[in-house]
């Protein structure tokens, strides 16, 4: 299950991460393994949009589409790494086909976690 990030602490533990990027979409990724963290799963998420993507119906919309790309993916057969992740994307998010958000969001999550 994957839950949201809400606390201070976390998101200045993503100031430190390194960024990785696939297309439109960017990823801050904190591995948290031996840590007790959210649900079942372990994973936490979080979500950046810039006001230069677009208006809030924009930004939501991009918001709402990688939310159901995640949990897309990790229901599939290799779910994501435990840890934190801080989403960006950029204006092209939007517009995107959902199987290329699907790609790249598989791509940047496989690179952060050092998979690929």
Excluded: H, W
Excluded at 29 to 41: D, K, W
Excluded at 75 to 92: K, V
């Amino acid at each position: 299950m994957i839950e949201r990030i809400g606390d201070r602490a976390s998101f200045a533990r993503f100031a430190r991460a390194r960024r990785q990027r696939c297309g439109p979409i960017g990823l801050r990724y904190v591995a948290r393994p031996g840590e007790v963290i959210g649900g079942v799963g372990g994973v936490r998420v979080a979500y950046a949009i810039n006001r230069k993507v677009g208006s809030a119906v924009v930004r939501n919309r991009i918001r709402r589409r990688l939310r159901e790309a995640l949990a897309e993916l990790d229901r599939g057969p290799s779910p994501l790494e435990r840890g934190d992740y801080l989403f960006s994307a950029e204006r092209p998010a939007a517009d995107l086909p959902f199987d290329e958000l699907k790609a790249a969001l598989r791509c940047v999550t496989r690179r952060a976690a050092g998979r690929g």
